[in-house]
Every structure is written in structure tokens, then in C-alpha cells.
């Protein structure tokens, strides 16, 4: 029902900032919770980070004080701010979204790829 697409992926230098960016299909819905997650090259799918509606935001212990997640309600998009970037940060980042009004309802972006290079 509902598309997101990630942008904003890329190669980067160690220590260096990306702005990731997820656009949903549709602005008919209202975001309840949303994330990212990343899976690096061998590795587990990883939260990194979350947001609820309610305000309170949740980040994994490796990228805290280095990511922001936000949204923009008005665009329906779910951005990520990225600093001081790490090589061990390298991974394909995903998008996560449930809506309000879609009740067991969740959808995924296909990822984007961010490269660190040291």
C-alpha cells in the first residue's frame, strides 16, 4: 500500500557526514513508528535508529551523538543525519515505517548503500 525509497547513500572518507532521506509513496498516512536499519557486508540486520510518533527516539549505543533521526511530516519522509562517519558504519541502510491508520501494517524501503573509506 505504501512505498518508501531511501536516498542520499554514497561514498564517503572516515569522519566525513551523509543525509539519508526515505519518501513514502503517500502522504494519505500518518507515520506511528519509524527506523532505519543497516546491514553491513557478513552481519545481522541492525536497528540504528527510531522514532515514534510520540517523540521519543531510540539509537543504537555505536551511533549515538554521531546520527539524527527525524521526520518531516509534511513530505511523509523519515531522514537520517549522519556524522563523523566511521568505516565500521559501512552497511546498506533500510527505511522502516508503520502508519497510524494502517493497523499491522509495516513497510520497508530496498536500501541504500553507504561506503566509508578509511
Known amino acids: 500500500q505504501v512505498q518508501l525509497v531511501e536516498s542520499g547513500g554514497g561514498l564517503v572518507q572516515a569522519g566525513g557526514s551523509l543525509n539519508l532521506s526515505c519518501a513514502a509513496s503517500?502522504?494519505?498516512?500518518?507515520?506511528?513508528?519509524v527506523a532505519w536499519y543497516r546491514q553491513a557486508p557478513g552481519k545481522q540486520l541492525e536497528l540504528v535508529a527510531q522514532a515514534t510518533s510520540g517523540g521519543s527516539t531510540d539509537y543504537a549505543d555505536s551511533v549515538k551523538g554521531r546520527f539524527t533521526i527525524s521526520t518531516d511530516d509534511t513530505k511523509n519522509t523519515v531522514l537520517l543525519q549522519m556524522v563523523s562517519l566511521k568505516p565500521e558504519d559501512t552497511a546498506v541502510y533500510y527505511c522502516?515505517?508503520?502508519?497510524?491508520?494502517?493497523?499491522?501494517?509495516?513497510?520497508w524501503g530496498p536500501g541504500t548503500r553507504v561506503t566509508v573509506s578509511s
Open positions: 503517500t502522504t494519505m498516512y500518518t507515520f506511528d513508528t
Open positions: 522502516y515505517a508503520d502508519f497510524w491508520e494502517l493497523s499491522s501494517y509495516n513497510t
